[in-house]
Nanobody, 115 residues
Framework: VQLVESGGGLVQPGGSLRLSCAASGFAFSSVSMSWYRQAPGKEREWVARISYGGVSTNYADSVKGRFTISRDNANNTVYLQMNSLKAEDTAVYLC?????????WGQGTQVTVSS
């Protein structure tokens, strides 16, 4: 199993970023996928989840209405569109796959929201 995130960077408050997670080594279209984030000195926080078919999505209250999770099963990729970014969104964002009760993680991509 391999999960590779990309798309992070430095953005001003109110700006947008689109994160990608390229997945391989498992039946991607059969697995629900999630995004988490971890800020310095804080615990890892769940951000969003999408069902294996992409029909069902769920969001943490802190990002609801600003972030959108989506997936492309033909290309084994999950996305996180982040709009109206705030300083408190600054964190390393990690892609997650829960496969047969085992969690798999990518290496993460840094998102910094600062003026």
């Amino acid at each position: 199993v391999q999960l590779v995130e990309s798309g992070g960077g430095l953005v001003q408050p109110g700006g947008s970023l689109r994160l990608s997670c390229a997945a391989s080594g498992f039946a991607f279209s059969s697995v629900s996928m999630s995004w988490y984030r971890q800020a310095p000195g804080k615990e890892r926080e769940w951000v969003a989840r999408i069902s294996y078919g992409g029909v069902s999505t769920n969001y943490a209250d802190s990002v609801k209405g600003r972030f959108t999770i989506s997936r492309d099963n033909a290309n084994n990729t999950v996305y996180l569109q982040m709009n109206s970014l705030k300083a408190e969104d600054t964190a390393v964002y990690l892609c997650n796959a829960l496969i047969r009760v085992r969690n798999y993680w990518g290496q993460g991509t840094q998102v910094t929201v600062s003026s």
